[in-house]
């Protein structure tokens, strides 16, 4: 016969067995979504439109800047949008962006240029509101942390690969620069359509994931102002750091073959790179899940994100001291980058919403970030082509990378200080709470006592 102790033991290791199974599961099918939206939103990023111009403007920035302002206006919606979105209407949310998406990609390829760009507009006001639905499926689970992880990394693999596979089109099948995104889009769509389906049918959060990560609800006008002016502090330190993170991250992504010379580089260093910045990124966030204290994830998070930047500003400062290779360079920008920015497109809130008990759900604050990072993408843009034209890519990215690095360790550092003390103070209220209450309970008790 079985003791208690092996009943006890087979139980664990069937729950062992079933959490892996969905995180396999879960996981699997957010890291895939979501490098697929890149596949409809990235590529074109890849080609250099070298020569052209539209409006009395860079062609490339112009179609960067439209497609960003449409992805802009997408996330300012979203911040209602996806914080009042209910589970029920997430399928029908994710077939219709995805179809305006491609249809978009495929009026670029076929309308003549310079009018063509304002197709783009449509693919970035589609696709603007992605991540938030994606996230929305994997929330406030006990393994949150690890498929975070997983949905979080396609952001650093995705962004070199649709570069590579970009190039691969155009370089190898011989597809023209402006119906490459298209064919590529067309490949992705039925497949996301399908991993759509399957995060659908995921199953909802479990009372144990509930107790450890509290209960994710949508939120009104009203909630959302209040719960901003509760944690406002943090909150400014936060957005503002991430809106200078944002900035940088996009001009990375959109310029980088400006900003290096890929002349004696293979058209896969893109992917070689970010896949390795992946892995070590996948590692530090998924032994997270193994951290149970709220708090502490907090404080690492935010440790490991200042050792990001610092690291980062002091690389792009000293640029011509070091003299780095392109490889090590770019190896180095990419992990300082993407530690810090994933860590809050990932991680960070959902452990910010289980820490202080919040009502409410992670969307609302990535969405809110990501509407202020763009913004500020957009402005920056804009600055370099109305008053700097004949701009040095290399040497205006390792400015501003510096300079963002500076002011992100600093917020991040007063961010820790202020959790740490917000933490203490609301400990000792509750255990205040508790002290008053106890008596209480315990007259409660001899009341009902038997005389």
């Not at 992805?71 to 399928?91: C, P, Q, T």
């Not at 219709?96 to 009026?107: D, N, R, T």
């Not at 951290?291 to 002091?314: D, H, Q, R, Y």
Request: glycine share 6%; net charge positive.
């Amino acid at each position: 016969m079985k003791t208690i102790t092996d009943i006890k033991t087979e139980l664990l290791s069937n729950k062992k067995i079933s959490d892996l199974v969905f995180i396999l599961w879960a996981g699997g099918a957010a890291l895939l979504s979501y490098s697929l939206v890149y596949a409809l939103r990235k590529p074109f990023t890849a080609a250099s439109f070298d020569g052209l111009d539209a409006f009395g403007l860079d062609y490339k920035v112009l179609v960067t800047i439209v497609q960003i302002l449409g992805y802009l206006i997408a996330k300012f919606v979203g911040i209602k949008l996806i914080s009042e979105l209910k589970k029920e209407h997430r399928m029908k949310f994710i077939l219709a962006s995805i179809l305006v998406a491609e249809l978009s990609l495929v009026l670029f390829g076929l309308l003549p240029a310079p009018y063509n760009i304002f197709a783009m507009f449509f693919n970035g006001l589609s696709l603007g509101c992605m991540w938030g639905v994606i996230f929305s499926f994997i929330e406030g689970r006990r393994t949150t942390d690890i498929l975070a992880s997983l949905l979080g990394i396609s952001i650093v693999i995705s962004s070199g690969v649709a570069k590579s596979i970009g190039l691969f089109v155009m370089n190898t099948l011989h597809v023209g620069e402006f119906w490459m995104p298209a064919l590529i889009g067309g490949f992705a769509l039925p497949l996301l359509a399908l991993l759509g389906y399957t995060l659908n049918r995921l199953p909802q959060p479990t009372q144990q994931d509930i107790a450890e990560k509290s209960q994710r609800v949508t939120l009104n006008g009203k909630q959302r102002k209040e719960l901003f002016r509760n944690f406002m502090p943090v909150l400014i330190l936060l957005f503002v750091a991430n809106l200078l993170l944002v900035i940088l991250r996009d001009i990375k992504e959109d310029f980088l073959v400006k900003i290096i010379d890929m002349s004696g580089h293979s058209s896969w260093l893109f992917a070689q790179i970010d896949s390795v910045v992946t892995l070590i990124i996948l590692a530090l966030f998924g032994m997270m899940v193994f951290v149970k204290s709220n708090i502490k994830v907090l404080v690492i998070l935010l440790s490991m994100v200042v050792a990001g930047t610092a690291t980062m500003s002091f690389v792009s400062l000293n640029y011509d001291t070091l003299q780095l290779s392109t490889v090590t360079w770019l190896f180095i920008q990419s992990l300082s980058l993407y530690i810090a920015y994933l860590c809050f497109q990932s991680i960070f809130f959902d452990r910010f919403i289980a820490c202080f008990k919040i009502k409410g759900n992670v969307g609302f604050f990535i969405v809110t970030i990501d509407f202020i990072g763009y913004t500020g993408t957009v402005l920056v843009l804009m600055f370099k082509e109305f008053f700097n034209t004949d701009i040095n890519w290399l040497d205006f990215y390792n400015q501003m990378s510096g300079y963002v690095g500076i002011i992100c360790t600093v917020a991040f550092s007063c961010s820790i200080v202020y959790l740490v003390q917000r933490y203490k103070k609301e400990e000792l209220l509750r255990t205040g709470r508790a002290v008053e209450e106890k008596p209480e309970m315990l007259q409660s008790a001899f009341s009902v006592m038997p005389s």
